[in-house]
C-alpha cells in the first residue's frame, strides 16, 4: 500500500498560488493535504483563499502563529486589520479548529516548531543575521519527539535536513509569500529566491522509507502583486513577483 501526503504552508492570502499549487497535487494524487498554517493572513485574497481549503474534505489544517492573531479581539498589525473585518463567525470558528500538531505514522506536522509556532525550527535569527542550527542544537530541541519526520513552515524558506539520530526536518517553503521582513527577536529577511509556489510532496510504499519531492510551481504571481499593491501593501507586492524582501 502507497500513501501521498502533500505538504503546504504560509499561504498568506494568495489564493492565485494556491489555486495553481492546488491543482498540480490534483495531477499528481495525493491520499491527503497538510496545511501548516498562516492561510488568510495577507493583501491578496483572504477569503478566496478560505474557499479553495474550506470546499476541500482532505485537508488537515494545523495553527500558524498569524492563524492566531486573526483570532484576537485587537492587533496593531496592519494586515490583521485588513483581513480581520472580512471574517465572520464561521470562518473564525473554522480558524479556531484548527490544531497545534498533527501526527501521522511516525511524521510530526506543525507550523513553527512542535512546541511553540512562533519560533523557527530550523533557523537562527541573532544580530548578525540568519543561520541554521547546529546539529547538536537541533537534536537536544527535539530530543523529546519521537516521530522520525518532522514538518515546519513559518520560514517560508523551503529546506530539508537529516539528522545523525535518524530524524529528518522538512520545511515546505510557502504558498503565497516567498519572502518577507520581521523584526523580532532581531530585525531579518527571510526569502527564498524565487517567485514561484512552494510545497512538497511525502510518498510512503510499503517497504521502504518516505521519499520527499520539493515543488516550485509557476503561476501568475504579477496579478496577485498588483493585488497586493492596491490593498497598499507594496512590501508583499515585491516579495510576490521577486522571491525577495526588497
Keep these: 500500500m502507497t500513501c501521498t501526503i502533500a505538504v503546504i504552508s504560509d499561504i498568506h492570502s494568495n489564493a492565485p498560488a494556491l489555486e495553481a499549487v492546488l491543482q498540480d497535487i490534483d495531477r499528481s494524487g495525493a491520499d491527503l493535504i497538510v496545511n501548516l498554517g498562516d492561510s488568510l493572513f495577507g493583501p491578496v485574497d483572504p477569503l478566496g483563499t478560505?474557499?479553495?481549503?474550506?470546499?476541500?474534505?482532505?485537508?488537515?489544517?494545523?495553527?500558524?502563529?498569524?492563524?492566531?492573531?486573526l483570532l484576537a479581539k485587537d492587533s496593531g498589525s496592519l494586515t490583521y486589520r485588513h483581513v480581520k473585518p472580512l471574517l465572520n463567525a464561521d470562518m473564525e470558528a473554522w480558524i479556531a479548529d484548527h490544531l497545534a500538531v498533527w501526527r501521522y505514522e511516525d511524521l510530526l506536522f506543525c507550523h513553527g516548531t512542535p512546541f511553540d509556532n512562533r519560533r523557527y525550527l530550523l533557523e537562527e535569527v541573532t544580530e548578525?543575521?540568519?543561520?541554521?542550527?547546529?546539529?547538536?542544537?537541533?537534536?537536544?530541541?527535539?530530543?523529546?519527539?519521537?516521530?522520525?519526520?518532522?514538518?515546519?513552515?513559518?520560514?517560508?524558506?523551503?529546506?530539508?535536513l537529516a539528522l545523525p539520530d535518524g530524524k529528518w526536518l522538512v520545511n515546505p517553503g510557502s504558498v503565497g509569500l516567498p519572502a518577507y521582513e520581521d523584526e523580532l527577536p532581531f530585525p531579518h529577511v527571510m526569502e527564498s529566491g524565487t517567485p514561484c509556489a512552494s510545497f512538497c510532496m511525502v510518498r510512503k510504499a510499503e517497504?521502504?522509507?518516505?521519499?520527499?519531492?520539493?515543488?516550485?510551481?509557476?503561476?501568475?504571481?504579477?496579478?496577485?502583486?498588483?493585488?497586493?499593491?492596491?490593498?497598499?501593501?507594496?512590501?508583499?507586492?515585491?516579495?510576490?513577483?521577486?522571491?525577495?524582501?526588497?
Design 50 to 69: 478560505a474557499r479553495l481549503l474550506r470546499q476541500r474534505d482532505d485537508i488537515v489544517n494545523t495553527m500558524g502563529n498569524c492563524d492566531e492573531i
Design 128 to 160: 548578525t543575521g540568519v543561520f541554521y542550527k547546529k546539529t547538536e542544537t537541533l537534536q537536544t530541541e527535539l530530543h523529546t519527539i519521537q516521530e522520525r519526520g518532522i514538518f515546519c513552515g513559518h520560514s517560508h524558506v523551503y529546506h530539508t
Design 207 to 246: 517497504g521502504t522509507g518516505w521519499n520527499v519531492e520539493h515543488k516550485l510551481i509557476p503561476y501568475d504571481w504579477n496579478t496577485a502583486a498588483d493585488i497586493a499593491e492596491r490593498n497598499g501593501r507594496p512590501d508583499y507586492a515585491i516579495a510576490i513577483r521577486s522571491g525577495r524582501a526588497r
